[in-house]
């Protein structure tokens, strides 16, 4: 082979590092039952924050570790939507009262708009006559 030729491997893909006077980090398994009854078990290192729920490596649902309890729950505050803020701050006799008066001001505007029509009508009327 010509020694002009660059050898080479694909990036990250081969360590050249060799297991040989390698000391693992201490590790533990841990086991995932899913709903299925599908056993996962998942090393983890020692010091790790091991995860409550793991993917099923068969089903690929979620698994729950089998020596845990179930973490709290974490309180979770209600979302307040728009209309829970309104009634903070009125009542539902003010919110009435509230749309009657829009619904007057729409009604009178409507009729507005029907007098204006029937003059607009009536002008067409005698202008065709
Ligand atoms: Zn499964």
Redesign the pocket.
């Known amino acids: 082979m010509s020694d002009r030729v660059l050898r080479g491997s694909r990036l990250g893909s081969v360590s050249y590092e060799s297991d040989r006077h390698t000391e693992f980090a201490p590790r533990s398994l841990t086991s995932y039952d ?5 056993e ?1 078990a998942v090393p983890f290192a020692a010091e790790a924050d091991i995860p409550y729920t793991w993917e ?6 979620q ?1 729950i570790r089998r020596d845990a309890q179930a973490p709290e729950a974490k309180a979770v505050k209600p979302t307040r939507t728009h209309w829970d803020m309104l009634l903070e701050r009125r009542s539902i006799a003010e919110l009435e009262e509230v749309l009657a008066e829009r619904l007057a001001v729409l009604h009178e505007h409507q009729g507005q708009v029907k007098a204006q029509l029937k003059a607009d009508a009536a002008k067409t009327r005698k202008k065709s006559a």
């Open positions: 899913c709903s299925q009854r599908h996962t099923c490596k068969v089903c690929g649902t698994a």
